[in-house]
């Protein structure tokens, strides 16, 4: 007698290789047209599927997991971050969360490296005069940025994605320095010439750009908040492909109103979609729509890391990538 085949419901398009694959191995409900589902929405997901597939725009927490049907057994969240899911809600109702860790990390780790060059060397002001017809020629004196090479960049989170960037800033020159809430083992610090600071005060004082790698976690939120953004010299950068909550979006405002920040390259926000409007004005600021990770590849292997993690799961064993209350 063949094996009921589990239901499966996805919040959000996903690549159509990856939704071909899901059609032929579990009875799955793809998500059409491609916009985030209401709470409603994913209350009858919940009460209907045996695996929920959810993406960061998805806040699965206590109250809903409350209304899931008894037949839902796995979260296969279809990305690395799962701030959005309460897991340990999830686990006491006897539920798994899976993620899809590792594989947005050279793609983010480019992501960082292009937002520096941005903002550095002004690459937005000058698409927008090309863009505009405005241009009338090169000038000694015009569009004058900064030199990448022989500048201190701090990493403020040095796990996988961290440690991708630190090689690709060796590569332009700049001098490396983290602060981890765990210091590296040696022979890591000595292959990326990484300088570890035990206090993140002492190194947010002393760097010309401040990379943001960390997730966001109770301890994390508004780790940038007003009192270090106060501690940056006037001519540091600061760059966000992590989470918008790790930095105080107001604070971080004035500070480049102000001058006392030079200028950020922020592909994430604290409040997501929910952009602070004077971000939108300051020439100092290059904004992207959280496109970090955005790579056919990253997208497809991220896909492919779902299928494996339900499918395991639908044998009868532990997901390879089950995520554990607290660890992350």
């Known amino acids: 007698m063949p094996t009921k085949r589990l239901s499966v419901v996805v919040t959000r398009r996903l690549p159509q290789v990856v939704e071909t694959r899901m059609k032929e191995l579990f009875d799955v409900t793809l998500r059409d047209p491609d916009i985030a589902m209401t709470r409603d929405e994913l209350v009858r997901a919940l009460a209907d599927a045996d695996v929920l597939v959810p993406t960061i725009t998805d806040r699965v927490d206590a109250g809903l997991l409350a209304q899931a049907g008894p037949q839902l057994r796995l979260i296969a969240n279809y990305g690395a971050g799962v701030d959005h899911i309460d897991v340990g809600t999830a686990r006491s109702r ?131 908040n007003a009192r270090r953004l106060k501690l940056l010299k006037p001519t540091a950068v600061i760059v966000n492909t992590s989470r918008g909550e790790v930095i105080d979006e107001n604070a971080l405002t004035r500070g480049l109103r102000e001058g006392s920040i030079a200028g950020a390259g922020l592909d994430v926000y604290e409040h997501g979609a929910d952009i602070n409007p004077r971000l939108r004005e300051l020439p100092n600021v290059v904004l992207l729509p959280h496109m970090g990770s955005a790579t056919l590849e990253g997208r497809i292997e991220m896909g492919e890391k779902v299928i494996l993690n339900i499918k395991t799961f639908a044998d009868g064993h532990r997901p390879p990538d089950q995520v554990v209350p607290g660890m992350l």
């Open 94 to 224: 006897g539920m798994l969360v899976s993620n899809t860790p590792g594989v947005v990390t050279e793609d983010t780790a480019d992501m960082v490296l292009a937002l520096i060059l941005s903002v550095t060397r002004r690459i937005p002001e000058g698409l927008a005069e090309m863009q505009a017809g405005t241009w009338r020629g090169w000038s000694p004196t015009a569009h004058l940025g900064a030199r990448l090479g022989g500048r201190r960049l701090g990493i403020l989170g040095m796990g996988r994605i961290g440690q991708a960037v630190a090689r690709r800033a060796r590569a332009f020159g700049l001098q490396v320095h983290y602060h981890n809430r765990r210091r590296l083992r040696p022979e890591t610090e000595a292959e990326l010439e990484a300088t570890y600071w035990e206090s993140l005060d002492q190194m947010l004082a002393r760097m010309d750009i401040i990379s943001v790698n960390c997730p966001h976690t109770p301890s994390t939120f508004h780790l940038l």
